[in-house]
């Protein structure tokens, strides 16, 4: 296990409502990222926070926004949902200027908009 | 626009068998090449390959990576169905730390 933990896992919401996921960082790791997993697709990057900071975004609306929090933990809240938002929300965690670049992952927030 | 394509989309063999899974990219300012294994859920980092070039090696499953090719190939040997998994190329690049995704390939091993 990678340490990284996120919640919930399961998420059934409507269209309109707005959303709040979580994650957990891995101890030690500064940078959080998000991502969004639709089936048979590999991950879109939504955006990465890096000491509190929003440190890069993919090309996602604003109504996908997050936040982090001093301890590192993170959030993802995205507003007005719609159908196609529904996926696999991914959080990874990394140590920024580690060198590698590696990211771990939680167990993902499976995301069910009906 | 940098990008990171993986072949095949798919595959099935049987159990026993070695398959070879290939990764390549179009990122300026390389920095790394991460391999991650994806079962039912998140994905599960394998390995981290610079342009060093060495080998990467875990029991049946090796990695390589070609500068020069720009490219990375993920071997596994005496294939298990509990290798039957989508496995995912990601490139880290030198200006950001946000991962380019390749698109994934699906391995099926057949008992």
């Known amino acids: 296990e990678t340490g990284v933990t996120q919640s919930p896992t399961h998420l059934i919401k409507t269209r309109g409502q707005q959303v709040t996921l979580r994650c957990s960082s891995q101890s030690g790791h500064n940078t959080v990222s998000w991502y969004q997993q639709a089936l048979g697709q590999g991950p879109q990057f939504i955006f990465q926070?890096?000491?509190?900071?929003?440190?890069g975004r993919g090309n996602f609306p604003p109504r996908f926004s997050g936040l982090q929090f001093p301890n590192y933990s993170s959030e993802l809240n995205v507003n007005a949902l719609e159908l196609d938002d529904s996926a696999l929300y991914l959080c990874?965690?990394?140590?920024?200027?580690?060198?590698?670049?590696?990211?771990?992952f939680g167990p993902g927030t499976r995301l069910t908009v009906l | 626009e940098d990008k990171v394509v993986q072949s095949p989309l798919s595959l099935v063999v049987h159990e026993g068998d070695t398959v070879t899974l290939n990764c390549s990219y179009e990122?300026?300012?390389?920095?790394?090449l991460l391999w991650y294994k994806q079962e039912k859920k998140a994905p599960t980092f394998l390995f981290m390959l610079?342009?060093s070039g060495i080998e990467k090696k875990s029991g049946r499953l090796s990695s390589i990576l070609d500068k020069k090719e720009l490219s990375s190939i993920l071997n596994i040997t005496a294939t298990q169905t509990g290798d039957s998994a989508i496995y995912l190329c990601a490139v880290v690049p030198d200006s950001n730390y946000q991962l380019i995704w390749g698109a994934g390939t699906k391995l099926i091993i057949k008992p």
């Open positions: 610079t342009s």
């Open positions: 926070y890096y000491r509190e900071e929003e440190n």
């Open positions: 990874a965690s990394s140590l920024a200027v580690s060198g590698s670049g590696t990211q771990y």
């Open positions: 990122v300026t300012n390389f920095r790394s």
